[in-house]
């Protein structure tokens, strides 16, 4: 039978129907099939989220949809926990699929080039997970892609250079991705590109010139590490609509085309180190929503057209070089959010129109010159959460109508003028955590309705003049964590809530008039740091139970009147690091158990009525530092094994009754600085092992019987001052500078001493042996100082050079000098001194050259007195610059009548046309960079030695900043660039060197986040501890919160803006509390 050809097309399609069924099937299963491994390979409870991928038919599993024909087509698993790879999941199998979104999750590995074969894929969203390893190139295979998706992850490397393969790319989202290189050129072939985000990566390079021409509406380089400018060709971009280059490294200026960016909602190019002035035109930007311009270099006034920005939720200008008042326009702002105009140059009043930003929850305008009144119109603001106006001029009272804010969480008012006293509106603000009121002239009670704020954590009022009590229920709300209010008048009892407030972390009460019997004011405190209740007049008792305050490290109860005795129970609060009790009327023996006390750097029971002996074991203190027992009832022998107090820095035993010898011993005490045993019953002859003390600077052992003659002192060049007087010494006085600058009260009433002091009979005849020792020359002179002061030795010789590297060169002035040959600022004769320099350095020759740095070269001379001083030879400078001679006189006059125990001492300044040059005491170690070099000398400058070199270093720009009139500021600011900050970042760099054992500039770049111009280091406790000096064992427990809060301090002394540094006044106090 024949068939005609219909039937036969019809049979072959009918036999070939269920193949074709059966092969559409397999592949179905082949989808499953490979999701179902990709599941296996993931962990228990990621699983468990995939509960419902059992069966084979895939279409009804979680995250998964299926076309019209039952093939896999989307793949969507974002945000449910899933960890695992992708190396598992066969993409060969899954060609069908267009969106594979699995973002969100806790994805590890890398990509894997396999990718490449989903042809058919327009979505892909990797982002937020822990993938690594390089993008693989066969990314840019997946022609038909529209978005593209992969931040917030860890990849290394850069962006294919094919990515411009991407034609029908319309999103390419890779924020945070730790990318590197450059941007690939073929990336300007995205023809479709409408939302481009390669920011926070570690991107550099130029920016090809062909993006700025894109018709993009969301483009975002920020932070990264890209150099060039914003190009005029931005205006090119007129849908654009979201534009972020803050933080990128573009620079120059703010190309005004950017205002004609008309569709703008959002702009940020802070930390773009721009110049130049906010122009007018910014008004005409009026669909923003956001504006951040902070941390430039913007100058002028803000112009009154910001005022136009209605649309605005959110204004940053902070950090930058901005002037003149707030505009009042500003009021307009109806919608804003945030307003951030801190750390600036802006003074005159806050604009009562502020009152108008009902919507505001955040103004910060701390750091600038305002002055006058907080305007009370800030009690309309009834969202405020926050209120920083701190570190500014402004005076008057705190409004009353601040009462109206009663979402505020946080008021910071310190540094400024203001007066009066707290309203007592204060107490409806219910949510109030944080209130700093310290360094202001506020007076007044503090009112009882502050006592209703349940959730304050923090109340500092340190440096007013509050009287009356302390607000009784203070932590009624059981959060209280630091309370501050030292250096007021209050009066009355510590406040009754205190008692139990567990919450309490620091306490600082000291210098008030507060008077109770404090045997039972406080209870069990677990938590509390630090608690100081010195100078006021507190009696009673010290309770055993302070030895169950487990987590304190400070106790300070100077200058009160308590009685009694001290507790041996005081011995189990471990972390104790610092006791002070001292100025008290504390009675009995010292406990032998306070030995338990092995973190202890600081023990003060000077001026009581303690008595007995001092226990021997209180040698196992090995981290003390300071000792201060004087002016007690104490006896018997000073116990040799104090002599194992190798890290002992102060010792203090005198007016006491202590008998026999010095012992032996002390002589091991090599880092001592200071020796008092004056007014004990001391006798016998001092022993040469004291004059092994190569650092003391200050010695006492008035009013003993001791004998002999003085030959020890014959080496101790490092002493400064020094009172043997009512002893029996004899003979000729040491030919040391201590003894030769000596006044008749310091040597007086000895048996036969004799020497070139007025009122002292001089040496007729000399032995052999002590004519040896006042003819031998001196060779070096140990400067008596701190290690604190070594380092701000160049902070002086910073400040001099500035001062005088322009006397050389001046026109009228100039000539005036070089006539009259020698110009000088002396105590003495400039002529004759000048002329003692010259021959000492034999013309200034090498041979007696010690150092050399940029702004001259070092020299040692002994002068023909014997003493050593340093001598700095300036550099020659330009022509062009000149010299206010008076001005100048004052100055260095003004730093020659420094009396600061951490600062060197300056001896005066030479000019001759020749040379100019400046005398300072001798250095014997240099500078710290000589200490942290050496292993040895490093180990030894442990991390208590170390904290305090820092403190030192910081109350010495303390003093010169805030207590010299004028003040003296390292960098000298005379420009609008340089103020006292500079110091402020080379205090932070100085305590990060000291921290770290080395020089930082590595430590500091590397920690740069991709911000280039601030400072973003990971403080967490084991970072930090990975980062210090290894040479030295970790810090003790009471260390290491000095050194986390020292490390916390320097992150601020580094942020690059000066003005949102804090200043030395704020360094000083962090590091008190």
Known sequence: MKFQPFWLILLMLFCAFPHSHAFNSSGIASEANALLKWKASFDKQSQASLSSWTANTSCNWLGIACDHSNHVSQINLQNIGLRGTLQNLNFSMLTNIHTLNVSNNSLNGSIPPQIGVLSNLVVLDLSANKLSGIIPSEITQLIGLQTLIMAQNTFNGSLPQEIGRLRELRMLHVPYCNLTGTIPISIEKLNNLIHLDIG?????????????????????????????????????????????????????????????????????????????????????????????????????????????????????????????????????????????????????????????????????????????????????????????????????????????????????????????????????????????????????????????????????????????????????????????????????????????????????????????????????LPNLVYIELSENNFYGHLSPNWGKFRSLTSLKILNNNLSGVIPPELSEATELCELQLSSNHLTGSIPQDLSKLVLLFSLSLNNNNLSGNIPSKIASMKNLQILRLGSNNLSGLIPGQLGNLLSLLEMNLSQNKFEGNIPLELGKLISLTTLDLSENLLRGTLTHVLGGLKKLETLNLSHNSLSGDLSIFDEMMSLTSIDISYNDFEGP??????????????????????????????????????????????????????????????????????????????????????????????????????????????????????????????????????????????????????????????????????????????????????????????????????????????????WNKRVNVIKDVANALLYMHYDCSPPIIHQLAYTMEVNEKCDVYSFGVLAWEILLGKHPADFISSSLSSSSTSVALTLDHLTLMEKLDQRLPPPTKCSVKEVTSIAKIAVACLTESPRSRPNMKEVANELVM
């Open 733 to 942: 006085l040491p030919n040391i500078p201590v003894f030769r600058n000596a006044t008749i009260d310091a040597v007086r009433n000895n048996k036969g001493l004799c020497g070139n002091v007025s009122g002292l009979k001089p040496c007729l005849t000399l032995s052999g042996k002590s004519h040896k020792h006042m003819t031998k020359k001196v060779i070096t002179m140990v400067l008596p100082l701190t290690l604190g002061t070594l380092m701000l030795a160049l902070f002086v010789i910073g400040v001099l050079y500035y001062l005088c590297k322009t006397s050389m060169k001046m026109e009228e002035e100039a000539t005036n000098l070089q006539t009259s040959n020698t110009f000088a600022i002396w105590s003495f004769d400039g002529k004759m001194v000048f002329e003692n320099i010259v021959e000492a350095t034999e013309n200034f020759d090498d041979k007696h050259l010690i150092g050399v740095g940029g702004q001259g070269q070092v020299y040692k001379a002994m002068l023909p007195s014997g003493q050593v001083v340093a001598v700095k030879k300036l550099h020659s400078v330009p022509n062009e610059e000149k010299l206010n001679v008076k001005a100048f006189r004052s100055e260095i006059q003004a730093l020659t009548e420094i009396r600061h125990r951490n600062i060197v001492k300056l001896y005066g300044f030479c000019s001759h046309y020749q040379w100019s040059f400046m005398v300072c005491e001798f250095l014997e170690k240099g500078n710290v960079q000589n200490i942290l070099k050496d292993d040895e000398e490093a180990i030894a400058f442990d």
């Open 200 to 524: 926070s990566n570690n991107l550099s390079g130029s920016i090809p010139q062909r993006i700025w021409h894109m018709d993009l509406k969301y483009l975002s380089f920020g932070t990264n590490k890209f150099h060039g400018s914003i190009p005029k060709e931005i205006v090119n971009m007129r849908n654009l609509e979201f534009l972020y280059l803050g933080d990128s490294g573009l620079s120059g200026t703010m190309p005004q085309e950017i205002y004609m960016l008309r569709k703008l909602v959002y702009l940020d190019i802070g930390h773009c180190n721009l110049s130049g002035h906010i122009h007018r035109e910014i008004g005409k930007l009026i669909n923003l929503t956001s504006l951040n311009l902070y941390g430039n270099q913007f100058l002028g006034s803000i112009p009154p057209e910001i005022g136009l920005l209605r649309k605005l939720g959110e204004l940053d200008l902070s950090q930058n070089f901005l002037s003149g008042k707030i505009p009042s326009t500003i009021g307009n702002l109806s919608n804003l959010n945030f307003l951030y105009l801190y750390d600036n140059q802006l003074s005159g009043f806050i604009p009562y129109e502020i009152g108008n930003l009902h919507s505001l929850l955040t103004i910060q305008l701390l750091g600038n010159n305002l002055s006058g009144p907080i305007p009370t119109s800030i009690g309309n603001l009834v969202n405020l959460e926050s209120i920083l106006l701190h570190q500014n001029n402004l005076s008057g009272p705190i409004p009353t109508s601040i009462g109206n804010l009663v979402n505020l969480e946080s008021v910071l008012l310190y540094q400024n003028k203001l007066s009066g006293s707290i309203p007592s509106t204060i107490g409806n603000l219910s949510k109030l955590h944080e209130f700093i009121l310290f360094d202001n002239n506020l007076s007044g009670k503090i009112p009882i309705e502050m006592n209703r704020i349940i959730a304050l954590e923090s109340l500092q009022l340190v440096d007013n003049n509050f009287v009356g009590h302390l607000p009784h229920n203070i932590c009624v709300g059981g959060k209280l964590a630091k309370f501050s209010a030292s250096n007021n008048h209050f009066t009355g009892h510590i406040p009754e809530s205190l008692k139990n407030c567990s919450s309490l972390l620091r306490v600082r009460l000291q210098e008030n008039q507060l008077t109770r019997n404090i045997t039972d004011a406080f209870g069990v």
